[in-house]
């Protein structure tokens, strides 16, 4: 005997039952063999009773919802109609109120992006401004562009005068050598022979070419005159020009830097989303207003129907006035509210089971 009781005692070290290693979801062993086995139970009784007075305000809510739905179904016919249509007019009104105030908020945050600015003093002059200095500044590169292209046209015909001018010198002293040498020539060959033919056709040739090249000098020499007085004419201006641009550039960057933008168009862009964002702020306040306005008509109607103890019941009417407002509504609310009920009391359960073991637990750690 004392052989099997050895053997038995060992499996045993080997193993723990499940029961006495967990109780209720709680790991026992591990708490014990825990350095401060006080500590990790204040733990899980604290997070225990968090979730308690987490789920208790749920099942009263729950609670107070069904007797809402029982309140509401004893109301007279016309009183049930009349509540009806103000709850269709309040979850409307909420959703559009939600809808005014995010778009609001998304236009107010892009706005926020831009700074400080006064919109309603300042957005409309400086967009005046702006968008006038772009039209200057058109102006003005269309004058530069214009009196550049006139500048290199006046340097490309300059070029061109000046070879001409160029080839005139060169014929009119190749006409020379030819005299010259058709002089010598012909001296040489009057001794000989008749040189009458070829010394007219000698006269001839170099003065006409002679002429000719007098001729296209004089004209090259005045269109090279002509040319620089407009060279120096066009300079003039495309100087005053420039100066031009760097002013309005310099104006337009300091705008753009200020404002962050790159076109007045983007400026006229901003100053429409803050006008969009006003009206819809007004149109948030309106809502807000008339869905004010409804919650009292709907607060007026039941508390002469209801207790003065069951006041709170409004509240809950107004939070459920989606399942009010359409036909067949409170048939799904109280099927939501009853399913909800059997998952709350199922939980509530579970935590006060649980906080039964922890008890447990701490009287039999002894702690």
Not at 41 to 50: G, I, M, P, R, V
Not at 264 to 273: G, N, Q, V
Not at 318 to 339: E, F, V
Request: net charge neutral; proline share 2%; with cysteine.
């Amino acid at each position: 005997m004392g052989i099997f009781t050895k053997i038995k005692e060992k499996l045993q070290s080997f193993w723990t039952p499940y029961e006495v290693t967990y109780l209720g979801g709680y790991d026992a062993k591990a708490l014990k063999e825990s350095e401060n086995p006080a500590a990790r139970l204040a733990e899980w009784q604290a997070e225990n009773e968090e979730q308690l007075a987490e789920i208790l305000p749920r099942i009263r809510r729950n609670e107070r919802g069904l007797l809402m739905l029982e309140r509401f179904g004893k109301f007279p016919e016309r009183k049930r109609v009349l509540l009806e249509q103000l709850a269709r007019q309040y979850s409307t009104l909420r959703v559009q109120k939600q809808d005014a105030k995010h778009s609001h908020q998304e236009m107010q945050g892009y706005l926020s992006q831009s700074g400080e600015l006064s919109y309603d003093d300042d957005l409309p002059r400086v967009l005046k401004l702006i968008e006038e200095n772009e039209l200057e500044f058109q102006k003005v590169q269309k004058d530069l562009s214009y009196l550049e292209g006139e500048k290199s046209a006046l340097e490309y015909e300059f070029g061109r005068n000046q070879m001409g001018l160029m080839i005139t010198r060169i014929v009119l002293y190749m006409m020379i050598i030819v005299s010259i040498l058709g002089t010598i020539v012909l001296f040489l060959l009057s001794k000989r022979q008749d040189i009458f033919l070829p010394a007219v056709i000698l006269i001839l040739t170099v003065g006409f070419f002679g002429v000719w090249s007098i001729v296209f000098r004089r004209y090259f020499r005045s269109a090279l005159d002509k040319n620089v007085k407009l060279q120096q004419r066009a300079v003039k201006l495309l100087n005053k020009v420039k100066l031009k641009y760097v002013r309005y550039r310099s104006l337009l960057d300091y705008e753009y830097q200020k404002f962050e933008i790159n076109s007045s168009e983007a400026l006229e862009l901003r100053y429409e989303i803050f006008l969009n964002e006003k009206n819809q702020r007004r149109r948030y306040e309106d809502l807000e207003k008339q869905h004010r306005l409804v919650a009292l008509d709907i607060a007026r109607e039941m508390e002469t129907m209801l207790p003065e103890k069951e006041e709170d019941l409004i509240d809950l009417f107004l939070q459920d006035s989606d399942y009010y407002a359409n036909p067949g509504g409170c048939d799904k609310l109280r099927d939501r509210l009853i399913a909800e009920k059997e998952e709350l009391r199922r939980r509530l359960q579970e935590l006060e089971n649980a906080g039964n073991v922890l008890a447990k637990m701490k009287t039999m750690l002894h702690l």
